[in-house]
């Protein structure tokens, strides 16, 4: 077998991906920070006990279907409570290479298809030790795709009939075929270990740097320091974390002092933050792949010509301008710029009116009405719909908003209409195309499926050679750029800021393992 044994700190042998953009969904949400009434009575004052010991972070809601259910987490609010509960068997660093987590070492054999790994020493909330059996218990259930995660397809290449434990502290997992990228799926959204056999998460029992103690689907969270944690307690006593779904409330209640922190800060309210100057900003560069998903499987979009007109109709450098106020980088239809399989050779995708309106009459689309999906839980959103539809009117198209409520978004989307926007975060390339872009996957919102691309992408995986496999990803990226309908139009920057009075948190891309580490942050 070839060992990767590492410590916590130490990455992931390989050629490692450039620093990144961002992955995961942005949250939902309805009713603002101080209109919820949550933080009534903190008489704008964020510090408890006279020691800062209360921490409170405010994020978009997703809503009353809210979970604690870590398997279920699409959201950055999700994220960061699962993050605050439980803990991964492997973690990613800002350039998406991958760190031991619970994970204390792994090792392959030769043909990519059998993986040991060995735990390290740890403690649920319970008292109860973290065993190979919770490891087992709780990939098979993400790999359920009646769960819901977010990698429900990457575990779903695990044989559970074959694989088992070998002791309390050692899992073996047999794969269905060769994956040399295995590790970046111990890394996943949706893969934090549970108890054995947990079912009910209302009281929910992790692994994780916070215990619970009490949560309103849409509300707030509430946690306290877990003292045994294994890599440490946290220098909080106790962590809250409070919806406010405008942007302009997390503003707001952060200028105000009523939280310490305030998530997903767009580029009017970064410039506002400079020149407040009482305020830190945690900026990662171009973390977030902003898109605009065309339902390739429905009317019009199942037109190809179509997909391209709007590819060459928009102007993504006006777009940059206006809808991130210059904070970003324009896009080229492509997600992970700068990371392991992203084919740095192709040209930027220049807009081309001529040959979209030359696209949309021979479909005989001229004058189509089209309507986008939007929201208010990207401040880009909404002005970026209005300036592409300025654009795409030069092309002889007609797009209009339908603005969406912010709580019910992203569940909505994933079956209405024929356009929406939507942001990913930095993840390997590898596991994004896996998850968001291969035909049939449970998150593919664009409904494309090419046999082509599929099989670039299994090749890719299965081949052990570091090079080849990265060149068999970038021509599969290749492919599905002008057939896919998932036109990544920008990468915003990931804007989050704290109050004057914190330290211990650094700008890190969401998920990576050093965004939203409450559990190293300090107050006063």
């Given at each position: 077998m070839t060992r990767h044994a590492r410590k916590p700190s130490e990455p992931w042998p390989g050629n490692r991906p450039e620093p990144g953009r961002r992955s995961v969904l942005a949250a939902g949400g309805a009713l603002g920070l101080a209109a919820s009434g949550l933080l009534a009575g903190c008489g704008g004052d964020t510090k408890d006990g006279g020691g800062g010991d209360r921490f409170r972070a405010a994020f978009t809601a997703g809503g009353s279907q809210e979970t604690l259910d870590p398997h279920v987490a699409p959201n950055f609010v999700d994220q960061a409570r699962a993050k605050a509960l439980y803990d991964t068997l492997a973690t990613y660093a800002d350039d998406m290479s991958v760190r031991a987590r619970l994970a204390e070492s792994w090792e392959s054999d030769t043909s990519g298809t059998r993986w040991r790994i060995r735990l390290r020493k740890a403690e649920?909330?319970?008292?109860?030790?973290?065993?190979?059996?919770?490891?087992?218990?709780?990939?098979?259930?993400?790999?359920d795709p009646a769960t819901g995660s977010p990698s429900q397809v990457l575990l779903s290449a695990i044989?559970?009939?074959?694989?088992?434990?070998?002791?309390?502290?050692?899992?073996?997992?047999?794969?269905k075929a060769p994956n040399f990228e295995f590790p970046t799926v111990l890394a996943g959204p949706g893969t934090e270990i549970i108890p054995?056999?947990?079912?009910?998460?209302?009281?929910?029992?992790?692994?994780?740097?916070?215990?619970?103690?009490?949560?309103?689907?849409?509300?707030?969270?509430?946690?306290?320091?877990?003292?045994?944690?294994?890599d440490g307690a946290p220098h909080i006593a106790e962590?809250?974390?409070?919806?406010?779904?405008?942007?302009?409330?997390?503003?707001?209640?952060?200028?105000?002092?009523?939280?310490h922190y305030a998530a997903d800060m767009a580029g009017a309210s970064v410039e506002r933050l400079k020149?407040?100057?009482?305020?830190?900003?945690?900026?990662?560069?171009?973390?977030?792949?902003?898109?605009?998903?065309?339902?390739?499987?429905?009317?019009?979009?199942?037109?190809?010509?179509?997909?391209?007109?709007?590819?060459?109709?928009i102007d993504r450098e006006a777009l940059v301008r206006v809808a991130l106020a210059g904070h970003g980088e324009a896009g080229n239809d492509l997600f992970g710029m700068g990371l392991r399989g992203y084919p740095e050779d192709l040209e930027p995708r220049e807009r081309d009116v001529d040959e979209a309106r030359k696209l949309v009459a021979e479909a005989g689309a001229e004058g189509l009405a089209v309507t986008v999906e939007t929201s208010s839980v990207d401040a880009a959103w909404e002005p970026a719909a209005e300036l592409m539809g300025?654009?795409?009117?030069?092309?002889?198209?007609?797009?209009?908003?339908?603005t969406r409520a912010s709580s019910t978004y992203f569940s909505e989307i994933k079956t209405k209409g024929v356009a929406a926007f939507n942001t990913t975060s930095t993840l390997p390339v590898s596991d994004f195309l896996q998850q968001r872009v291969r035909g049939g996957a449970a998150r593919n919102q664009t409904q494309y499926a090419s046999?082509?691309?599929?099989?670039?992408?299994?090749?890719?995986?299965?081949?052990?050679?570091e090079?080849?496999?990265?060149?068999?990803?970038?021509?599969?990226?290749?492919?599905?750029?002008?057939?896919s309908g998932l036109l990544v139009w920008a990468f915003s920057d990931a804007n989050d800021a704290v109050g004057p009075s914190v330290s211990g948190l650094r700008a890190a891309p969401p998920n990576s393992h050093d965004w939203a580490r409450f559990d190293r942050v300090r107050v006063g």
């Open positions: 649920f909330h319970d008292g109860k030790p973290v065993t190979a059996k919770d490891v087992l218990h709780s990939y098979r259930r993400a790999a044989d559970f009939d074959a694989s088992r434990a070998d002791g309390e502290r050692s899992v073996l997992f047999v794969l054995d056999g947990t079912k009910d998460f209302r009281e929910p029992i992790g692994s994780g740097p916070f215990t619970y103690v009490s949560f309103t689907p849409g509300g707030t969270a509430r946690y306290r320091r877990w003292a045994d944690h294994w962590l809250e974390i409070v919806p406010a779904n405008e942007e302009s409330a997390r503003l707001n209640a952060l200028l105000s002092g009523q939280v020149k407040e100057g009482s305020t830190r900003l945690l900026t990662a560069r171009r973390a977030t792949a902003q898109q605009l998903l065309l339902r390739t499987g429905r009317k019009p979009f199942d037109d190809p010509r179509l997909v391209r007109a709007v590819q060459l109709g300025r654009q795409l009117r030069e092309v002889g198209l007609r797009l209009t908003a339908n046999e082509e691309f599929d099989a670039l992408l299994d090749r890719a995986r299965t081949t052990r050679g090079q080849e496999r990265l060149g068999l990803l970038a021509r599969a990226q290749k492919i599905a750029r002008d057939g």
